[in-house]
T-cell receptor, first 114, second 113 residues
Framework: AQSVTQLDSQVPVFEEAPVELRCNYS??????LFWYVQYPNQGLQLLLK??????LVESINGFEAEFNKSQTSFHLRKPSVHISDTAEYFC????????????FGKGTKLTVNP | NAGVTQTPKFRVLKTGQSMTLLCAQD?????MYWYRQDPGMGLRLIHY???????AKGEVPDGYNVSRLKKQNFLLGLESAAPSQTSVYFC????????????FGQGTRLTVV
């Protein structure tokens, strides 16, 4: 069965510092990969996704993630974070040819301090 | 542009009471899902539907039932609520099975006392 591991449950950083939120997935077959963001007391919003093609995907607010098949990773990065990036981030995977499930990691709480 | 709408947004139940959560989408999506979110657990799939009149069990289906009588609506029922069902419930809909174009509702915060 597909599984998604987010290696850090909490990541505190200072404003304008770079950040990397780590995500590894288990399936060795074709997968779609996603990062969702959840701001306090809100629902989930899609941040970016990898379906096929270029292994580097970007969001409109400066985040990027790189699909690394050999390391089965999809880490999320931002070169300079803002206070407003404080949120919980979820990595998710959908295995093609498998069940109809989008499997989520347990989440990483990013706290950006002034 | 409503997208995915969940009602109610908040609810407090007593143990043993029943209730139904409604998820409505206006995008003509075939696929709909119910997840629950618990601290430190991420989101776990309860039930899902691949089209009108169909339902299937997800990862944590016990204690819940669902129905998809109309394409735009996906109902989640709790017949006899338990404190372990205290959670935030999210509904999602997707145009296709791969979640390439998927949208989540704003969530329903349920407390069972």
């Amino acid at each position: 069965a597909q599984s998604v591991t987010q290696l850090d449950s909490q990541v505190p950083v200072f404003e304008e510092a770079p950040v990397e939120l780590r995500c590894n997935y288990s399936s060795s077959v074709s997968v779609y990969l996603f990062w969702y963001v959840q701001y306090p007391n809100q629902g989930l919003q899609l941040l970016l996704k990898y379906l096929s093609g270029s292994t580097l995907v970007e969001s409109i607010n400066g985040f990027e993630a790189e699909f690394n098949k050999s390391q089965t990773s999809f880490h999320l990065r931002k070169p300079s974070v803002h206070i407003s990036d404080t949120a919980e981030y979820f990595c998710a995977a959908f295995r093609q040819g498998g069940s109809e499930k989008l499997v989520f990691g347990k989440g990483t709480k990013l706290t950006v301090n002034p | 542009n409503a997208g995915v709408t969940q009602t109610p947004k908040f609810r407090v139940l007593k143990t043993g009471q029943s209730m139904t959560l409604l998820c409505a989408q206006d995008m003509n999506h075939e696929y709909m899902y119910w997840y629950r979110q618990d601290p430190g657990m991420g989101l776990r799939l309860i039930h899902y539907s691949v089209g009108e009149g169909t339902t299937a069990k997800g990862e944590v289906p016990d204690g819940y039932n669902v129905s998809r009588l109309k394409k735009q609506n996906f109902l989640l029922g709790l017949e006899s609520a338990a404190p372990s069902q205290t959670s935030v419930y999210f509904c999602a809909s997707s145009r296709d099975r791969g979640f390439a174009e998927a949208f989540f509702g704003q969530g329903t915060r349920l407390t069972v006392v």
